[in-house]
């Protein structure tokens, strides 16, 4: 059964870090579009990273981008999320998602995780 868990948010102060981890179950990493997506309060989901399996590109929301960075341990069949620099802006819940045929970072991910909570405040 395929299963994706995440881990690690919690409560950190503006310019703090934190790293999201979401550990894959069921099927390899390596050969799915996976990345993390997330959804504030009274807002759309939104794609942040993903690794993109067709091209091998990495995509990143404008927002995020020299702030975030995404990397995988495909030993331990886990993506990372480091975010750095965080603002409350990036208050929201944090979901990892997966795609076996998955060419873009959207909403169209076949797999998603129940997601972990990220509050950006002083």
């Known amino acids: 059964q395929l299963q994706l868990v995440e881990s690690g948010g919690g409560l950190v102060q503006p310019g703090g870090s934190l790293r999201l981890s979401c550990a894959a179950s069921?099927?390899?990493?390596?050969?799915?579009?996976i990345g993390w997506f997330r959804q504030a309060p009274g807002k759309e989901r939104e794609g942040v990273s993903c690794f993109i399996y067709k091209d091998g590109s990495t995509y990143f929301e404008d927002s995020v981008k020299g702030r975030f960075t995404i990397s995988k341990d495909s030993a331990k069949n886990t993506v990372y999320l480091q975010m750095t620099d965080l603002k409350p802006d990036d208050t929201a819940v944090y979901y990892c998602a997966a795609n076996p045929a998955g060419t873009r970072c959207d909403l169209g991910m076949d797999y998603w995780g129940k997601g972990t909570l990220v509050t950006v405040s002083s």
């Open positions: 069921g099927f390899s990493l390596d050969y799915y579009t």
